[in-house]
């Protein structure tokens, strides 16, 4: 466009169209003023004279402002460039939504789009309205927004045609309010208020001819908030098409709920019902239409129920109601019969089995429901009287019935979805959702048509108050002078209706009239409102009126408009089922108003109801008390004005596309008629009639810097600088206005500044290719002479080369032939030396093998004879001693029955009883007589072994001397040998002529190999052909392999996910239920009132007692078992520790023992120990001779094992304590116990060092006599081969092998002996650890009572344990967990552990599992994991707190693994660490928990650092302009946000810097802290891939550049950390795409091609998305054409396949992470607790 004026040559305008509304035209010839025919070129190329008229037709837009965000930012504002608009943004971009001012425009795609996505809701939570694309997302967080900031109520108003999306539109935006509000106390608030939805569909919604699933209702839905969080909802409905209840259009259904009732007829409970499919039913056949294309009725009933229930609708009710809407179906099917030709009367047969079912469904009498089907009763003055009822009267009669039952189920159901929805505290502030039916024009248009038409009068009103305001505002708030311009005012059209005397005045009498009806309505409405000019009669005779709306002139027929208004019902029907007491729900819905319904009134006898006096009786009753229809739909319609006047309103105007409802096909015409009812072509005209261009001044200066001069650069204030080159530009100070922050435009000159700005930048350009075009020029001169140079010297330099090689070659010659004549002459020489060596080294062979296999022979032969020897010698042996043990058992058993004899003789007698009990000191001599007999009986076993020995020697000896002669024999055979010399040197001479013969033999044969050589020659070539194939289909199978262990590793991959996607789902379970637990702890708070003195005093005392009662527990069941343990002897070992720990204690006074256990010490209740044990002993004194018989067998055993004996025997039994138990006292008892005990610790001590000097000398003895017969076995087995090398007769051989078996009975004496060593070996341990364990016991019980106390819990001793553990106990588990983890506060020293709890909570692992205590150590654990988890829930946003505790959990869990019970985790262990392993308890259990745990602590490591990481993602990486000067290719809208970027991509950088650091910091492994940025960098491709698909303005070759810098970036910072192979670069690679996607050529099919390969990590839709929202550099790049973005979808879904519909990026995707075992190089001993723990009470033992 020049700058002359618009109207010039290669303009382009709109004009009208019959088909399309508008189309484009291009001027062929400029305008001059006066010209009456305007010279026009249409796209198809024809020439158009066209007429002007009035005024020129508008013109076109930039192709900038093509397809704008905002219709407000158009620079021309007409009718046509918003049409154009939306098509091109529907059609083109496949965008559904564009702003229009404060409206946003939903046109409906007629296919789901994947733009309403959780990822979606989370991108445009928190962000200005401007700063993404237009979306219902971004109109409602600027509600929640406003509503949150201010404190004041918002609404939505929703408004459309039928089919245009206003239900799904009003679905979203509720979505995205409880998705964003969250919830306050009550977690089901969210499912209440989503799941209303499906209930008042299934009762409000049908299926009309526009629309499966319109809603006949209006309903305002509040969204109550508190503290912005969603608290509770309200519904409120208006105007329900009740009449669709009993009548259908064709192709039109009744309400869903009906339908899906039939269709689930077959379900057990809904059998009752007498349901079938709903073509059998009059009310739902109707329409010829029973089923819907896109509902499936039986699943919906299913979600149905599902939301009743979670609404609180009993499964009871449910069923109730679903009988009573069956009920309904049943009435529709009662078949009413005349009785004669005239009609004046009617019946309904009593065997209808349509009457039966309702009657039995409601529970009524069949025959009452006849007589008032079919009769009415009038009532008079002085008598009541039945009049009969035509068949029509009675069928209008059961249908008035049908639709008043059905509008109570409605209205029940309501009330209880806001019962359910309602919130007991109430609400702060709210959000409405108004969802209402738009303007209504039909052929045919009745009551409901008017009333929906008058409520958008109503809101139209309301619109235009609101947009003038609005518009009226932003002038005076940059202070712009500006003549307010008057706006079309619909109040006469609202006067007519609701006015004094208007419509519904009128109506409303006229429904008060005895004999009122339609056609005397309209009459009187033609008298009075003929002289209104929005009120007109239609030239047909007929009952109707015209009214001329807002939207257009709308024709309604009177036909039903009385009747409907007075909404009449048959009062005694109604009165039955009052009556009925079949259900309560049913008594619930028909008791729940006030008053009655209205009767049916009376008619003439023409058939015409005729009202008639009510009988004073029932004055108060309906007929005065019930309001029309009009005039409730009146008040509602105020009340909701009130409602949303005093809200801050936001419009949604939905646009129907097409009637046909195909996806993505644009109607224009349908299109204008929707934006010129909606209001949006009034908002587009006030706009316009003003500055509709309005750009801030920062926007104007990036955008048209290239207009500006120097002079006017060189300036600082931005608003000057405007000033002064709009003054340049425009000329005309009435064409622009500069407010405080922006400069406003008038329509029109934007669209000249781009043309200005375009022919600036095509000069800049022509001079840039200018220069561009020279220097390419000269370049291209200097390279074609230095290559004639280049080739010049080529050529010399290859003349001269080909004369040298032909001078080589020649020379070449002359050696070849000298060269290849000496090799013939040597290869013949070599090829006969070859044949004879080859002769000679196969007749050697032969004879080789000849004389080898006759020594096979002979060897075989030997070692079958050896075998057969050896299993006979062995056969007998084993006879022979099977004989001996068979003998010697007879003889032990004869011994041990004379022994039972004589030992049952001496049980009898007192006195041996007596002898036995004579005390200590007896047994320890028996025990010492014992043990000399052992020692007597092993000296003479070494006596017997040194006699072997020396037998052993003598028999080499022998062996040496036969050795010796079998020398000499060998001698002897010298001679021998000679001769077989002479034998072999004649059979060599006969061997010669042989192999002569041989020789000749194999040259024929040679010419045969040679034949042969050339045959396998072709046939390796085969061969290599076919290995070549076999490792051709190897590589396949080698990559088929890999492809499946692949998808093994993604399954793994996915399991690893659903773990960890279950321990994410378990921590979310435990976070709601400590959510619960403190809740219920606030409510039982705020209940009782207790002061925080009270509280902390009741803590304390709490914590008293449960400390307390541990104790007691434990010291109550040690003296249980220590009783019980008195009557046998298997808890022996248990009882023997205790009391002689306590032997040595002072004794306490009768008294003390007397006292209730007040101030008892310690040595009191040892003392009580020991009475027990003395009277169980005296009881035992008396028992039966069976039970000495048990105890002599006890003695017998200890005879066995000496030292069992003091484990195992009585204590009573040892102590002397039941000799004389009425005679001594406890004290005397007690000392002599005491002197007992030390007795016999001084002889077992004595006799275990005797013990343990004695083994050793046997055992250094031993260990002599195996040297000894290691070194003569060696010296046997030398012997042996040298005479296996010497002698090769058999006779050697035979001896040989006997020395063989002699040698492997010595070795089987070895072992023996061997074994007998490591036995005794392992019993001197045995006796060295009790003499530890009774020293240990005897150091206790002369300790101070300090340590008693302290040792008393614990099952062992601590003396054996080693330095590495930490000795505590039960009761000080709270003070180590307080200490380690709750009040734990890392060390500020770098030479710090950051892992030291993790240490310290081994160590005491360690103790419990050295003591064999579990559940001590389970608890540990237990307690530990949930510290760690109320720190984790105390200190969630502190990264370096949760990397803390996730090194801990890693080292602890590692601690486990390592020094566990697992070898394959203790490879790396030294043998300082080996010693340090678990010995009794099996961790596996608490490595899962400690497992799940950590990957818990990951998971919350990567919320943490995405909650500080997503507000500076977007602004880092898209925001922000490193380069400068590259800004965007087009202006942001009115709605765009003017901050600049807050966060830069440093930034970004350093705070994933200090995240790493901080994980190098605490310790953890380096492939954590890989996976962790991994995640990081995940979320920060995916958030700005995402946000780049929902953001049109970056969607810019400038932006490109910004992004692939930006990543850039991010890709050397990774090559700097050292991160370049953690995976990190692979989730950038989308992003990468997506930027290069941004700057390629996108016009030709190459183009297309190219931009596919190079898209391969992008999903199809995401780069169809990014194609379509791609904006071009005005005048420096064209739009991608429609017809490339097909192509480029059409390649990829070839390339690959559909795949799933999703657009954007799972952010919250969780990468499943590897906690790697990583062994501690730490030695336990050498661990350094700090003091500042303050856990001295954990002592090393």
């Known amino acids: 466009m020049a700058a ?523 008298q009075t409102h003929l002289t209104s000019s929005h009120f007109q009669k239609p030239k047909r005779p007929m009952d109707a009126f015209i009214v001329c709306h807002f939207a257009g002139k709308v024709e309604y027929q009177c036909d039903g408009f009385v009747e409907k208004n007075r909404d009449a019902v048959p009062e005694e029907l109604v009165g039955l089922l009052r009556a009925s007491k079949k259900s309560a729900l049913l008594m619930e819905l028909f008791l729940e108003e006030g008053s009655g319904p209205t009767s049916l009134q009376s008619r003439r006898s023409s058939g015409h109801w005729v009202p008639a006096r009510p009988s004073r009786r029932s004055l108060p009753g309906s007929q005065k008390s019930k309001k029309s229809i009009s005039s409730q739909f009146k008040t509602s319609l105020h009340r909701l004005m009130e409602t949303l006047g005093s809200t801050t309103p936001h419009y949604i105007r939905c646009i129907k596309p097409n009637d046909a409802k195909l996806p993505f096909m644009f109607d224009s015409r349908r299109a204008v008629e929707q934006l010129r009812a909606c209001g949006v072509l009034e908002t587009i005209r006030i706009s316009a009639s003003g500055y509709p261009s309005r750009w801030t001044y920062q926007e104007f200066l990036e955008r048209y810097r290239a207009l500006l001069s120097r002079e006017e650069l060189m300036g600082t204030d931005e608003k000057q600088i405007c000033s002064l080159a709009l003054e340049r530009l425009l000329q005309d100070p009435s064409k622009y206005r500069c407010g405080k922050s922006k400069v406003f435009f008038q329509a029109g000159q934007v669209a000249h500044l781009e043309a200005l700005q375009c022919q600036q930048l095509r000069a800049a350009c022509t001079l840039l290719q200018r220069h561009l075009r020279g220097w390419l020029a000269r370049r291209h001169l200097g390279r074609a002479r230095a290559a004639a140079i280049c080739l010049q010297r080529h050529a010399r330099g290859m003349l001269a080369r080909s004369f040298v090689r032909m001078l080589r070659r020649t020379r070449a010659a002359v050696v070849l032939q000298k060269a290849l004549r000496m090799a013939l002459a040597r290869r013949s020489y070599l090829r006969l030396l070859q044949a004879v060596i080859t002769i000679q080294a196969f007749t050697r062979g032969m004879f080789a093998r000849r004389l080898h296999q006759q020594m096979v022979w002979q060897q075989k032969a030997v070692v079958i004879q050896a075998a057969v020897r050896g299993w006979l010698a062995r056969s007998h042996y084993a006879r022979l001693r099977r004989a001996i043990i068979l003998l010697q058992s007879c003889y032990r058993r004869l011994r041990a029955h004379r022994e039972l004899q004589r030992l049952r003789v001496q049980a009898r007698s007192v006195e041996h009883y007596k002898q036995l009990h004579k005390g200590l000191e007896i047994k320890v001599i028996q025990l010492q007589c014992r043990l000399d007999e052992q020692a007597q009986e092993k000296q003479r076993l070494l006596e017997q072994l040194s006699g072997l020995n020396a037998a052993h020697a003598e028999e080499v000896q022998h062996l040496r001397d036969e050795m010796q002669q079998l020398r000499e024999d060998v001698a002897r055979e010298a001679q021998v040998q000679k001769l ?290 290691k070194q003569l076995n060696q010296q046997q087995a030398a012997l042996i081969q040298d005479l296996q090398r010497q002698q090769g007769q058999e006779g050697l051989q035979h001896h040989v092998l006997q020395l063989k078996e002699e040698n492997w009975e010595l070795a089987q004496k070895l072992e023996k002996q061997e074994r007998t060593t490591l036995k005794l070996q392992k019993q001197l341990r045995a006796y060295a650890k009790q003499i530890q364990e009774l020293t240990a016991v005897k150091r206790d019980a002369v300790g101070p009572v300090q340590e008693l106390a302290a040792a008393s819990p614990m099952v062992q001793s601590l003396a054996g344990l080693s330095q590495a553990m930490l000795a505590w106990r039960m009761e000080d588990e709270g003070r180590i967990i307080k200490a380690i983890i709750t009040d734990y506060k890392p060390q500020g020293s770098p030479w710090s552990l950051p892992d030291l709890p993790a240490y310290i909570l081994f160590l005491c692992f360690r103790h419990a599992d050295h003591c064999c205590d579990g559940r001590r150590a389970r608890s540990l654990l237990d307690a530990a994991m949930d510290a760690i988890k109320r720190v984790m829930k105390k200190h969630s946003d502190n990264f370096d707190v949760v990397a803390l505790w996730l090194a801990n959990t890693c080292r602890l869990l590692n ?56 507000p500076m993602i977007v602004a880092a990486m898209l925001e922000s302009e490193p380069i400068q000067g590259l800004s965007s290719s087009c202006p942001p809208g009115p709605h765009r946000s003017l901050a600049a970027s807050a966060h830069t991509l440093p930034e970004l950088l350093q705070v994933l810097g ?143 396949g559909e795949g799933p519909s999703q657009l954007l990026v799972d952010t919250s995707h969780l990468f499943p992470v590897h906690l790697p075992f990583t062994a501690s190089p730490l030695h336990l001993d050498e661990l350094c607790i700090p003091d500042a723990l303050d856990l001295g009470f954990l002592v090393h033992p």
């Open 4 to 526: 002359g004026g618009p109207y010039v040559q290669g303009a382009w305008v709109w004009i009208p169209d019959c088909a399309e509304v508008w189309k484009v035209a291009e001027i062929t010839r400029g305008y001059k003023e006066g010209d009456a025919i305007l010279h026009l070129r249409l796209e198809d190329g024809s020439a158009l004279a066209y007429p002007i008229e009035s005024q020129l037709p508008p013109l076109c837009n930039p192709e900038c402002l093509s397809g704008a965000d905002d219709l407000v930012a158009l620079s021309y504002l007409h009718e046509p460039a918003v049409l154009h608009s939306l098509r091109c943004r529907f059609l083109e971009a496949k965008a559904i939504y564009t702003y229009c001012g404060i409206i946003l425009i939903a046109i409906n795609p007629y296919e789901p789009l994947p733009i309403y996505e959780e990822e979606v809701i989370h991108a445009y939570s928190g962000r200005e309205m401007g700063d993404m694309d237009p979306h219902i997302f971004a109109l409602a967080e600027e509600a929640y927004k406003q509503m949150v900031r201010f404190g004041k109520n918002q609404s939505l108003i929703i408004s459309g045609e039928s089919g245009a999306g206003k239900t799904a539109t009003a679905k979203y935006a509720m979505r995205y309010f409880t998705t964003v509000g969250g919830c306050l106390g009550n977690s089901s608030i969210e499912e209440k208020v989503l799941a209303s939805n499906p209930v008042m569909e299934a009762f409000g919604n049908a299926k009309t001819t526009r629309n499966d699933n319109s809603s006949r209702f209006g309903k305002y839905i509040e969204i109550g908030f508190s503290h912005s969080c969603v608290t509770g909802a309200t519904i409120k409905t208006y105007l329900l098409e009740k009449s669709r209840v009993t009548f259908q259009a064709k192709a039109e259904r009744n309400y869903h709920i009906f339908y899906q009732l039939c269709a689930s007829a077959a379900l057990p409970e809904l059998r009752g019902l007498g349901l079938c499919g709903a073509e059998f039913f009059h009310y739902t056949r109707q329409g010829q239409c029973t089923a819907a294309h896109s509902t499936e009725d039986e699943a919906d009933l299913d979600s149905t129920r599902h939301a009743c229930s979670l609404l609180g609708v009993p499964e009871a009710e449910q069923l109730e109601l679903f009988s009573i809407l069956a009920a309904i179906l049943h009435l529709g099917n009662v078949v009413v019969r005349g009785r004669d030709r005239r009609g004046d009367s009617c019946f309904v047969e009593a065997a209808d089995e349509a009457l039966g079912l309702f009657c039995t469904l409601l529970g009524v009498e069949a025959l009452q429901v006849t007589r008032w089907l079919c009769h009415r009763k009038l009532v008079t003055a002085g008598e009541t009287f039945l009049k009969p009822l035509s068949r029509q009267q009675a069928l209008e009669s059961r249908d008035a019935l049908a639709k008043y039952m059905y509008g109570q189920v409605f209205r029940w159901m309501v009330s209880k979805v806001n019962r359910a929805l309602r919130s007991l505290e109430g609400h702060c502030t709210s959000i409405g959702i108004l969802d209402i039916y738009g303007f209504e024009m039909f052929e045919l248009n009745s009551f409901e048509q008017f009333c929906i038409n008058y409520a958008n009068e109503k809101l139209q009103q309301l619109f235009n108050l609101h947009v003038f305001k609005w518009e009226q505002e932003e002038y005076v708030t940059e202070e712009i002078p500006w003549v307010f311009v008057d706006f079309c005012d619909n109040q006469p059209c609202i006067e007519l209706i609701e006015g004094r005397l208007g419509i519904l005045d009128l109506l409303n009498e006229e429904c008060k009239m005895p004999q009122g009806n339609d056609g005397s309505w309209a009459q009187k409405l033609y």
């Open 1554 to 1696: 200090s995240f790493r650091a901080s994980l190098d910091h605490h310790g953890l492994a380096p492939s954590v802290g890989h996976q962790a940025l991994r995640q990081l960098l995940f979320l920060v491709s995916g958030t700005t891939l995402n946000y780049l698909l929902l953001r049109k303005d970056t969607c810019s070759w400038s932006c490109g550049i910004q992004l692939r810098y930006n990543i850039s970036q991010l890709e050397q910072w990774l090559r700097a950390e050292g991160l370049q192979q953690s995976g990190a670069c692979e989730v950038l690679e989308p992003l990468v795409q997506a930027a290069q996607l941004l700057q390629v050529k996108k016009v030709t099919e190459e183009d297309a091609g190219a931009l596919c390969s190079l898209c391969t990590v992008l999903s199809p839709q995401q780069v169809v998305k990014i194609l379509r929202a791609y904006t071009p550099a005005a005048g420096l790049e064209e739009r991608i054409s429609p017809s490339f973005i097909s192509r480029v979808e059409k390649q990829l879904q070839e390339q690959y």
């Open 1455 to 1510: 601690c486990l693994r390592q020094y566990g019970q697992d070898e394959s985790y203790g490879q790396g262990n030294t043998a300082r660490q080996n010693q340090h392993r678990l010995q009794n308890l099996d961790p596996q259990s608490s490595c899962c928990s400690l497992g799940a745990l950590a990957v818990q602590l990951y998971q919350q490591l990567i919320c943490t650092a995405e909650k500080r990481l997503k």
């Open 980 to 1269: 077989q010399e002479q034998l072999a040197e004649l059979e060599r001479q006969h061997a010669k002529s042989y192999l002569a013969q041989e020789v000749e033999e194999l040259r024929q044969r040679l010419a045969e190999v040679e034949g042969m050589k050339l045959q396998l020659g072709k046939e390796r070539d085969a061969l290599i052909q076919r290995t070549l194939e076999q490792s051709q289909d190897l590589e396949e199978q080698h990559q088929r392999s890999a492809r499946e262990s692949q998808g093994l590793r993604q399954e793994l991959e996915e399991e690893r996910v659903r773990y960890q996607s279950l321990v994410q789902e378990y921590a979310r379970l435990e976070q709601g239920y400590e959510n619960l637990q403190d809740e219920l702890a606030l409510h039982r708070q705020s209940t009782l009132r207790r002061s925080p003195s009270t509280e902390s005093f009741m803590g304390s005392e709490s914590s008293y007692l449960s400390s307390m009662s541990t104790a007691p527990s434990r010291d109550g069941s040690d003296k249980q078992a220590e009783a019980s343990g008195d009557t046998g002897g298997a808890g022996m070992t248990r009882e023997l520790s205790l009391p002689l720990s306590v032997g040595t204690a002072p004794q306490p006074s009768s008294e003390v023992l007397l006292n209730g256990g007040v101030g008892q010490d310690p040595f009191g209740k040892a003392y009580l120990l020991l009475l027990g044990q003395l009277s169980a002993a005296n009881e035992e004194l008396a028992r039966t001779r069976e039970e000495l018989r048990r105890s002599k067998e006890t003695v017998e055993r200890e005879e066995r094992k000496p030292l069992d004996f003091l484990k195992r025997r009585n204590i009573v039994e040892m102590l002397g304590l039941g000799r004389s138990p009425g005679k001594v006292s406890a004290e005397e008892d007690l000392k002599h116990a005491y002197d007992a005990v030390q007795v016999a610790n001084r002889l077992l001590a004595s006799q275990l060092r005797e013990e343990k000097q004695q083994h050793e000398e046997e055992v250094e003895g031993l260990q002599l006599d195996i040297r000894s017969l």
